[in-house]
């Protein structure tokens, strides 16, 4: 695939959410992840929390044997989840924060304050095959940081950026655009893979995904809950043609 193909990863979280709400077998995630992976997305994000709010570990397995696109797997730095990683060895694993009172994940992961134990934590990973990528802000500290422990990919945290321009706090928006388009290119130039996501909506995708450096977007809530409306397979396909039009 060329350089300039922008990949699209569908995080599949919130239909295991609503799975749980009633505790029964539907709507089922394995099924939502054949359906995007049929829609054209090029990878399946799963976020296994500590405490299994929505994926489930029944999940992360069957994922890893019915998916043929790859599998990011979302996790806590905890050695449960490490064990886990390395028991399925998916194609990714994306290390970002959690925080058991929060709805989602809040913001990007603090490297600089814990880099030694970090980059002891994913040396297995990286051994495993695994590629290792790290969610983070768009902060030079930060990115430097997973440039130094092994990392060999960083995921920049949309949601400022998101968050400003569904409050229509615009200068702000584009501050936080700004930000993201600079450490894009800082990152890149360290020889980091770069990706971005978090809050991506059809109104907030086309900039980002026009940063020459991106190489992949993952977005999950915002594509499970438009489902509801137009269907799961559709609601993709419009976000597929955003980002290659805003690649163009």
């Known amino acids: ?42 990878g399946i994000t799963a976020h296994l929390r500590e405490d299994r709010r929505h994926i489930s570990d029944a999940d992360i397995e069957g994922l890893m044997q019915v998916l043929s696109v790859p599998l990011n797997f979302e996790m806590a730095a905890t050695p449960e989840m490490q064990a886990i ?33 970090l980059a002891h934590f994913i040396a297995p990973l990286r051994d495993a095959g695994c590629r290792v990528s790290i969610f983070i802000a768009a902060d030079r500290k930060q990115i430097e940081a997973a440039h130094r422990i092994g990392a060999q990919v960083i995921e920049l945290h949309t949601g400022a950026y998101c968050d400003a321009h569904a409050e229509g706090r615009m200068d702000d928006a584009q501050r936080e655009l700004e930000a993201l388009r600079e450490m894009s290119a800082f990152a890149h130039s360290l020889g980091l893979e770069v990706h971005a996501g978090h809050g991506l909506t059809y109104d907030t995708v086309q900039p980002v995904a026009a940063f020459p450096e991106l190489r992949e977007l993952n977005i999950g809530h915002f594509l499970i809950g438009e489902a509801i409306f137009r269907g799961l397979g559709p609601a993709i396909h419009e976000m597929r043609r955003l980002m290659d039009e805003a690649r163009r």
């Not at 990714?92 to 814990?114: D, F, H, I, S, W």
């Open 1 to 42: 695939m060329s350089d300039t193909h922008l990949r699209l990863g569908v995080n599949i979280d919130h239909v295991a959410t609503v799975r749980n709400a009633r505790g029964g077998a539907y709507p089922d995630p394995l099924r939502a992840a054949k359906l995007a992976e049929e829609a054209g997305a090029d």
């Open 85 to 117: 990683a390395l028991r399925h060895k998916p194609h990714a694993v994306c290390l970002v924060p959690e925080k058991r009172e929060e709805r989602t994940t809040e913001g990007g992961l603090e490297v600089a304050r814990e880099e030694n134990r």
